[in-house]
């Protein structure tokens, strides 16, 4: 039977050589399963045996295998079995090498299917992960590192290598495969931000990692920054060294010194208000479905997603009266504020009521927190803040408001009497103001404008640090010949600061000031609100409708 088929094969072989070479294909693709589907006949059987010489196989017709062309090559068969000393095909086994060949050359086309199967699929993880390529903005900064489409491209090539398990993973254990999410596959404007809606559900990275349902989130001037690329070059130092395990290991430390890996695709979003999903093993006190708030560390993928992943020291408890979307507007502005207060000189655990502090940007996010939480602290606050803010900021409890539109700040602050602290969270250049200090070497000017990322973006991470650390010292010590110290002050992850805040804001104490509110859909109006500058409070995006 087998020496059959060998010659059946080099009759099509050599018919196909004139005009297609389908049959071979076809047989190419015959495995040893799809043999035993030809019945010989009795005349096979025992030529089997061998006893005849069956000479030479004659074949007409036989072109290209279409299922009429099979038909014909079935026919000739048929033909041929006149011819006595030939082996014979009955109908039955025919019908079998038609099917033979039709299975064959069903693997074919699969096996042609099979490339541009994988290669529709790449593509579409492409397309899905990092969103459709964009032209990159003018206005873009300049990085040493790789970006845009080149970039791009060999980070989505990565991410589909791992795309299959970590689905698979996401999966088996939260039941979750893919969520939407709004990304850049490049740094550019607004206009860059894609809702991505098949990215991959996030998988704890290490056992002190929670998973959490987004439910709100909201935007701070940082991700209208980070858009453009502000800070980089540091947050990619953030992302290297957060590849080191809680327990730390060979192949984490080679890997700060290999190449670089790009940040795209990039979801924004700093901070949030959801329900926990799953918590590592190392998580105490928070488990599936409770309510928290919190932030995450702006080297990791960000809020602005169904879901995200974040570390158990970012989050806390979600103040149990108020909605997710006036949670979601606290934690960012709430994390910032604490590292002024505690780190800047212990301000809660001062003399209050002899502590005057003056509050530059009061009606921000920023602005609008601080206020209030100086108020729990029981200090004098002056606040300034436009035009359209002084109301909101003498609702939450300033106890005297600078109109900066109507009047000139300096003017205003030679008729009162001098500082203790001068919180800068206006985004303004204030560094005149210092003068209005105590100058007891107490006293503060504390701001959130400082230079680091900005330069290292310019000069890179080292640099850059050097840079900053020169600047700094400068404003520092010409600070201190006036009795007052100059500090930096900057956005710190604290869940326990956060759960402290979450009883002030359940006292009614504290009371979050959302400004506008956007559906999920609607995230590049948000950014474009922020950018402006236009509303009091916060913007804040409500990724599920509650
Ligand atoms: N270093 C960090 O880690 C960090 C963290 C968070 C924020 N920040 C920075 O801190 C600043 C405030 O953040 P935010 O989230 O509160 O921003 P925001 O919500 O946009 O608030 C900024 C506020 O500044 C006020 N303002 C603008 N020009 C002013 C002026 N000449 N005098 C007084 N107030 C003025 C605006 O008030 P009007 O609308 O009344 O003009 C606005 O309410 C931003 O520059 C931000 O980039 C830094």
């Not at 086309?109 to 579409?124: D, F, G, N, Y």
């Not at 190392?282 to 995200?308: F, N, S």
């Not at 000031?513 to 590049?524: M, Q, R």
Request: charged letters at 25%.
């Amino acid at each position: 039977m087998e020496q059959v088929l060998r010659r059946i094969a080099r009759k099509l072989i050599r018919a196909s050589s004139s005009r297609s070479s389908l049959p071979l294909t076809c047989l190419r693709h015959l495995t040893q399963a799809d043999i035993p589907n030809i019945k010989p006949s009795q005349t096979d059987a025992k030529d089997k045996a061998g006893s005849t010489n069956h000479g030479p196989v004659r074949m007409t017709g036989a072109g290209p295998l279409t299922s009429k062309s099979a038909d014909a090559t079935t026919a000739s068969f048929k033909d041929n079995t006149k011819d006595a000393k030939q082996p014979r095909f009955v109908t039955r086994d025919s019908d079998s090498l038609s099917k033979l060949l039709e299975k064959a050359s069903e693997k074919v086309r699969m096996a042609e299917a099979e490339p541009l199967a994988s290669k529709i699929s790449t593509e579409k993880v492409r397309m899905t992960e990092a969103g459709p390529l964009r032209k990159k903005s003018d206005s873009e900064p300049t990085s040493s590192r790789k970006t845009g489409a080149a970039a791009t491209s060999d980070s989505t090539a990565r991410s589909s290598r791992d795309t299959s398990s970590k689905k698979e993973n996401a999966k088996a254990r939260y039941g979750l495969e893919l969520m939407k999410a709004w990304q850049i596959s490049e740094f550019g404007d607004i206009g860059s931000l894609q809702l991505v809606d098949q990215v991959n559900v996030p998988m704890l990275a290490d056992p002190f990692d929670l998973l959490v349902e987004i439910h709100a989130a909201s935007i701070n001037p940082f991700d209208v920054a980070r858009t453009r690329g502000y800070g980089e070059n540091l947050i990619q130092n953030m992302r290297d060294l957060s590849k080191f395990s809680w327990i730390p290991r060979l192949p984490d430390l080679a890997s700060l010194f290999s190449r670089k890996d790009d940040p795209f695709p990039l979801t924004l979003g700093r901070d949030f208000s959801g329900r926990v999903v799953d918590a590592g093993k190392m998580v105490k006190g928070l488990r599936a479905g409770d309510e928290v708030y919190g932030v995450i560390g702006p080297h990791r993928q960000g809020t602005l997603a169904e879901y995200a992943s974040t570390s158990t020291w970012c989050v806390a408890r979600k103040p149990k009266n108020v909605s997710h979307a006036e949670a979601a507007s606290i934690p960012y502005v709430a994390c910032t504020t604490w590292s002024v207060m505690k780190l800047v000189q212990n301000l809660p655990n001062r003399n209050r009521e002899d502590t005057r502090v003056l509050m530059l940007g009061a009606s921000g996010g920023i602005g609008t927190f601080s206020v209030q939480y100086l108020k729990t602290l029981g200090v004098h606050v002056t606040a300034v803040c436009g035009t359209d803010g002084v109301e909101l900021v003498e609702s939450l409890g300033a106890d005297d408001v600078i109109d900066y539109k109507t009047s000139t700040v300096e003017k205003e602050l030679e008729m009162r009497d001098r500082f203790d602290v001068i919180f800068q969270a206006s985004g303004h250049n204030y560094d005149s103001l210092k003068k209005f200090l105590k100058g007891n070497l107490k006293s503060f000017f504390v701001t959130l404008n400082f230079p680091l990322l900005n330069n290292s973006d310019k000069l890179g991470s080292i640099p850059g640090l050097l840079k900053s650390g020169a600047d700094f010292s400068l404003d520092y010590f010409k600070g201190l010949a006036n009795g007052s110290h100059t500090i930096w002050a900057f956005f710190t992850p604290n869940g326990s600061f956060l759960e402290e805040v979450a009883g002030l804001i359940e006292d009614g104490r504290i009371k979050p000031v959302v400004g506008k509110a956007y559906s999920f859909d609607e995230v590049t109006k948000a950014f474009s609100e922020v950018d402006a500058g236009n509303s009091n409070g916060k913007v804040v995006v409500e990724v599920r409708k509650e």
